[in-house]
């Protein structure tokens, strides 16, 4: 059997999806903005590509306090402040709790996690305003802290939903019982744990990761979907392996490129995830969601698991 070939039709567009059973609905795919402060837009630049992804269907955006050196949020602010309308039209994610080592924070001596409310609420405020929008859509903890306190991060949520300033709650990079811990002290479901997942990288498919998520109806949020560009330029024999697979079944199915793959291959987990699309680029974007529309069959999704696992299933 053979899958469908991929669309080519300009005015495709990807649905919205409810992430947790009271989560928010955000799109099937999300835009990424770590890279921004790379892309060399002008203000109106970064409006008019804003304005093109949500023509696609794309209306998810994912931010994190850190991205840029602590200015992505600010140029992306600077491109909504030109169209105030359009922040209807999106949904915000941003993450915090990573405390880096920049000129913008001469006093820290290494890069170190904060979970502490105070930390949270000063993360929030900051990027607010950077953003220049009275409210973020989903909040998540970036990355795991050993020194979280669980009833400690939970009061800070509770106190951010009930000022008006967060809407929903997830974490990024969670372990399973890590997940548990925090869900334990809430009163609001988490709705996301944003993790890695791609064909060089989805040990989260094994260790009980997206197993917890689905069993809890949660959609994870996919990173690094294409392993930073890792499948398409490295030369191990995992990353040749897998770059050799991917490109005989984008023959198979018609794709135009082996993103394409990439990014189907992550939607067939049946945990649901959400891939986020790190390019500044609109084709790619287009690219990505046409890629939506690849039904890959069982056979084709574990070919790409024996290509990186380099054996056969046990």
Known sequence: MVSTAVSTSASKAVSKVTT????????????????????????????TFLKQHIELGVTTVDHADIYG??????????????????????QIITKCDIN?????????????????????????????QRLGVNEIDVLLIHRPDVLMDADEVAEAFTELHK?????????SNFSPRQFDLLQSRL????????VEINPLNFEVAHDGTLDQLQQLRVSPM????????????????????????????????GASSIDQIIFAWVKRLPS???????????????????AMD??????????????SKGHGVP
């Not at 947790?20 to 795919?29: D, I, K, R, T």
């Not at 649901?272 to 046409?290: C, T």
């Not at 690849?294 to 290509?307: D, G, S």
């Open 20 to 47: 947790a059973p009271s989560g928010p609905e955000l799109s099937q795919l999300v835009q990424g903005y770590w890279r921004l402060a790379d892309w060399g837009m002008t203000p109106q630049e970064r409006l």
């Open 69 to 90: 050196n602590y200015e992505c949020e600010q140029l992306f602010g600077e491109a909504l402040a030109l169209d105030s309308q359009i922040r209807d039209e999106i």
């Open 100 to 128: 880096l080592c920049s000129e913008k924070f001469a006093a820290r001596k290494i890069n170190h996690y904060d979970t502490s409310a105070k930390h949270i609420y000063q993360s929030v405020d900051n990027s607010l």
């Open 163 to 171: 000022v008006g300033k967060v809407k929903h709650f997830g974490v």
């Open 187 to 194: 009163s609001k479901p988490l709705v996301t744990n944003q």
């Open 222 to 253: 996919a990173l690094s979907t294409l392993a930073g560009g890792e499948i398409f330029s490295g030369q191990s024999e995992q990353v040749q392996r897998v770059r050799g697979e991917l490109e005989a079944i984008r023959q198979e199915v």
């Open 272 to 290: 649901k995830p959400l891939p986020i699309v790190g390019s500044g680029k609109i084709d790619r974007v287009k690219a990505a969601v046409e």
């Open 294 to 307: 690849i039904e890959l069959t069982r056979e084709q999704w574990y070919r790409v698991w024996v290509a």
